[in-house]
């Protein structure tokens, strides 16, 4: 991708086209379903779009995937071990 950012104006009816190489880039066809999520920025507000998830589970469970440092489930049991031992 040349440019992973661009400036795009909005219309008139508060809309904006996404550019063919970024549509490409994420996958989506007309009438894929995009969710777009307001977010803050240094400075104000920003927009983050990504397209719709067939599973939201299964996306999260992706997306947490690579943090835990044995496996999810480990951390998860570990961090009950943890929460269920009696206080000294």
């Known amino acids: 991708m040349k440019q992973p950012t661009r400036e795009v104006t909005l219309s008139s009816n ?14 989506v ?5 995009i969710l777009e999520t307001l977010v803050r920025l ?5 927009v983050l779009l990504m397209r719709a998830p067939r599973s939201y589970s299964a996306m999260l469970g992706e997306a947490l995937a690579g943090t835990a ?5 480990a951390t998860i049991e570990a961090l009950r071990d943890e929460w269920e031992r009696p206080a000294k």
């Open 29 to 33: 066809t007309p009438k894929t379903k």
């Open 42 to 46: 240094p400075g104000g507000y920003g």
């Open 69 to 73: 440092p044995d496996s999810a489930d």
């Open 14 to 27: 508060r809309q904006v086209g996404l550019v063919s190489e970024f549509a490409r880039a994420m996958g």
